[in-house]
């Protein structure tokens, strides 16, 4: 069973940042199920990595967007992409380092930090889209 799973109230309605969110959950997946069956830490470290990449490109995909139709609360929304790409940052050096290590408080973390960021933000951006269409 997933740890995270895809449900249809995390739709924004906009095909592209909801095909990016899905391969997010996805990626948060694979993460947590390559840390419950005891894969070593190189396995766990190149999943992360291509979590933060994915994510890097999401987020450039959407502040794309955003400028692209003047949207209103840009700011605000960067902010939060740069303030959650920070703190993965962290998680992964501190992984790399042994200081910490990949527990259910890190995908508590991700899941809800993904799933009220998509409800918080990402909706209001979807319509905004919408509206410029």
Not at 3 to 15: A, C, I, P, Q, R
Not at 65 to 74: P, T, V
Not at 102 to 120: E, Q
């Amino acid at each position: 069973m997933a740890y995270f799973n895809w449900t249809n109230d995390l739709s924004v309605g906009n095909t592209q940042i909801d095909s990016d969110h899905k391969q997010l959950v996805d990626l948060v997946n694979k993460l947590h199920d390559a840390m419950k069956s005891g894969k070593g830490n190189t396995v766990l470290g190149e999943i992360l990595a291509d979590l933060i990449q994915y994510t890097s490109s999401h987020f450039k995909r959407e502040e794309m967007l955003m400028q692209k139709i003047n949207y209103a609360e840009f700011a605000e929304h960067k902010a939060e992409h740069t303030k959650l790409v920070g703190e993965v940052l962290e998680l992964q050096t501190r992984f790399k380092t042994g200081a910490t290590t990949l527990s259910v408080s890190v995908f508590n973390f991700l899941s809800d930090w993904l799933r009220t960021h998509i409800k918080s933000r990402d909706v209001k951006l979807a319509v905004a889209i919408a509206a410029i269409k």
